[in-house]
């Protein structure tokens, strides 16, 4: 009985993660549309979901500990716990960019109008991809899996230099975009940065099923 209640709790514990993911990966969406649409109220609404997002960072983590304190987890549930706890301050740390990015582009939307480069848009894409990836990856544990979101972010680096070569190259030939062209810039490095952090959750995931702590990015 206290096993098949424990089994209950773990399964909750990681509902209540991937739905922390959902979140996350509704304000990138969210962000990506604000910036497009030059949309104030859409990238108002992502920057209010940041306190969804933490409070179930506290909640995950308050039933980590008393699972640890009051269950008995075996080998592979401990490192099911120790992931999670990990995990969530990844996600966590995605949303915190997604609300940067939310930021910068209200200060863009002030700003006069400058297309949006088309590598940022692919890239908002590609971390949305790799975002939705390593949630399936945690639901199926799928080790293989698991390795193609990895891959996934070599692309997300190489679009990033991409764009800053471009953005670079667009101050040199026109300086009065020099503000909205550093807006853009690090919105893509914000993108960058939340893919670094889902790689960190497709390690974890990873050494939930081996048990083994491996750096899976070269």
Not at 22 to 44: F, G, I, T
Not at 165 to 176: C, K
Request: glycine share 2%; proline share 2%.
């Amino acid at each position: 009985m206290l096993r098949h209640s424990f089994a209950e709790e773990l399964k909750s514990l990681e509902n209540s993660l991937f739905e922390m993911g959902a979140v996350v990966k509704d304000m990138l969406e969210k962000s990506k549309n604000a910036l497009l649409q030059r949309n104030k109220s859409l990238a108002e609404e992502v920057i209010g979901m940041d306190d969804t997002v933490d409070k179930y960072n506290w909640d995950i983590e308050d039933k980590c500990l008393k699972l640890l304190a009051l269950q008995q987890p075996m080998a592979h549930d401990l490192r099911v716990i120790a992931a999670a706890m990990k995990i969530i301050n990844d996600i966590e740390r995605m949303g915190d960019y997604c609300v940067d990015i939310a930021k910068f582009t209200l200060d863009f939307i002030d700003m006069p109008s400058l297309p949006i480069n088309q590598n940022l848009i692919t890239m908002f894409q590609l971390v949305e991809k790799i975002l939705c990836d390593s949630l399936e990856a945690f639901i199926s544990r799928d080790v293989n899996f698991i390795m193609t979101v990895v891959d996934q972010d070599d692309a997300i680096d190489r679009n990033y230099y991409k764009i800053y070569d471009e953005i670079v190259d667009e101050i040199e030939h026109a300086p009065q975009t020099a503000p909205q062209q550093i807006k853009l810039l690090m919105i893509a490095r914000f993108l960058e940065r939340i893919a670094d952090h889902v790689t960190n959750v497709a390690e974890r995931i990873y050494y939930m099923e081996t048990g083994e702590l491996k750096e899976l990015h070269e």
